[in-house]
């Protein structure tokens, strides 16, 4: 072997050594996990109760992490269609809200950007200083960027890219 090719084989062994080293150091693999949204009822989105089922349930949560640990990113995909009930009067509507959805953290904030179906819930308190967002369960479609404060969950913005926006409490009055 020429000793060029030597030295050429040698310095390859070196610099892959060296990344592996580098790569292994750095990298956090991420996780995955089956989510259940399941069965539950809430109170305070509308003038009456509302049940929320999930007809098909088969997401997947992907937590990805920096190099010390920490979750950076989790990515929310996977089928989901759910029945929404008015729980006084029996109406009911089904739809496919499976996103996806990605939310990015960092110690300022986290930003939640919501594509494609979603349902979006909107507590009483969250949007004060937004006459357009009355609390309530809303049918989203499109994109949604929604930035809030990872330590206490309040939202800072809310904005709508392209999106259409149905109130599920008015359509479960009737």
Known sequence: MSQRRSL???LTTVTALTLSVVASGAAVTPTREDI???TF???DLCSFPIEIEALTDGETLTRFFDPEG???ME???GPLRVRVTNLDTGESIELTVSGPGRLVIDEEQ???TQEGPWLTFVFPG???DDPNFEPGLYFTRGTVVAEFDPETGAFLTYTAIT???TNLCEVLAD
């Open 8 to 10: 050429l084989l040698v």
């Open 36 to 38: 259940s949204f399941g």
């Open 41 to 43: 009822t809430v109170e």
């Open 70 to 72: 920490n979750v950076v």
């Open 75 to 77: 990515l929310t995909t």
């Open 110 to 112: 986290a930003t939640l």
């Open 126 to 128: 969250a949007f004060e």
């Open 163 to 165: 999106q259409n926006r």
